[in-house]
């Protein structure tokens, strides 16, 4: 894991960094970037699905490379740049938005506020991003739409496609949690100040692409291994577990609907008779649906500069009902710095 090499004390030797394991043997990660600095990451993402049978039902890959840049700073945080390059994917749908969005010329880098430590604060421009997705939907439509029949494409309503579209990709809500997805670990330690060895304890908040169920929170276990961490480079773990049951799949349910009669301008009243209809069937009896998530993340920092190494993601997350079929969803992700040929 250490990447011990003569490249990388040349990369990150900066003028005044401060030794950030101390005296008493705890560690504390902290930036000390500098404007102009730029690295780029190599990201592998899998996803496995796996039936109550053993059996894999899909198995989809992506990669791309993550470009951060400082862009700004003052004595109390940075400004930083996000830009994805190389996006490539075998779920068809998701290479599809891919090619639409070089062939549209769609890559707004993101643009987020780190304290001076190196804490995530927000992301800055959110309403930026949602427009430049405007440019995606016409396109969409029209593949989308390439191989239905005249018949067909005179009873469909392009202007409601439309909408749902532009609810499900330009939702500024919907773009922060896939953001904070990307990088939320990247930047989860900054900050902080931790005894080497010592489990820390806390109650993480759980984002979802859906409104509704925003108030979802799980146990998280933190904590520096002390047989990888060094005056080099830290070594930070965690484990967080959640289970979840009817409530929230209802929530979920709710969120979903939302966001769909939002988009066609639906009635309150059609709003409000659906929302009654689902509370209704889940008052009645009990779905017994089941809903488990483990995550095991290791990031290696770099103490003298505060610039992550490398980070991985496992997460594995099994859902279904007590008495029917359940899928088990394994997500593996890697996200390494990309160092100069021949200084790995």
């Not at 101390?22 to 102009?36: E, F, H, K, Y």
């Not at 780029?40 to 109550?52: E, G, L, M, R």
């Not at 709003?271 to 649906?289: A, C, F, P, V």
């Amino acid at each position: 894991m250490k990447k011990l090499s003569i490249i990388l004390i040349v990369l990150f030797t900066a003028v005044g960094a401060s030794a950030q394991i101390l005296p008493d043997s705890t560690v504390q990660i902290c930036s000390n970037w500098a404007v102009g600095e730029q690295y780029d990451y190599y990201v592998d993402k899998s996803v496995k699905k796996v039936n109550s049978q053993g059996d894999t039902t899909t198995n989809e890959l992506t990669s791309m490379i993550m470009r951060f840049e400082v862009i700004g700073k003052s004595e109390s945080a940075y400004q930083m740049q996000l830009t994805y390059l190389d996006e490539k994917s075998t779920n068809q749908q998701t290479e599809l938005i891919y090619q639409i969005s070089r062939e549209s010329g769609v890559n707004m880098p993101i643009r987020f506020t780190t304290s001076q430590h190196g804490t995530l604060m927000s992301i800055d421009n959110l309403e930026e991003i949602a427009a430049e997705y405007e440019k995606l939907l016409d396109p969409i439509i029209e593949i989308s739409t390439a191989n239905l029949t005249e018949a067909e494409k005179k009873t469909l309503d392009t202007s409601e496609l439309r909408e749902v579209l532009r609810a499900m990709l330009c939702n500024p809500q919907t773009i922060q949690t896939g953001i904070l997805d990307d990088i939320g670990r990247l930047y989860f330690f900054h900050g902080a100040r931790l005894e080497i060895d010592e489990t820390y304890k806390m109650e993480e908040p759980l984002s979802f692409v859906f409104p509704g169920v925003d108030n979802i929170t799980a146990n998280t276990n933190i904590w520096v291994d002390g047989e990888f961490t060094d005056e080099y480079s830290a070594v930070c773990r965690t484990y967080t577990c959640a289970e979840l049951g009817d409530e929230f799949l209802v929530d979920a349910v709710e969120g979903a609907m939302d966001m769909v009669t939002d988009a066609m301008a639906v009635p309150d009243s059609l709003k409000t008779q659906l929302k009654e209809e689902i509370n209704s069937r889940s008052d009645k009896q009990s779905i017994g649906y089941q809903f488990i998530l483990e995550q095991y993340t290791t990031e290696e920092v770099h103490l003298a500069t505060g610039w992550p190494l490398n980070l991985y993601i496992n997460k594995y997350i099994k859902a279904g009902t007590s008495a029917g079929e359940t899928e088990e969803t394994i997500e593996r992700r890697s996200m390494e710095i990309i160092l100069p040929d021949g200084n790995e």
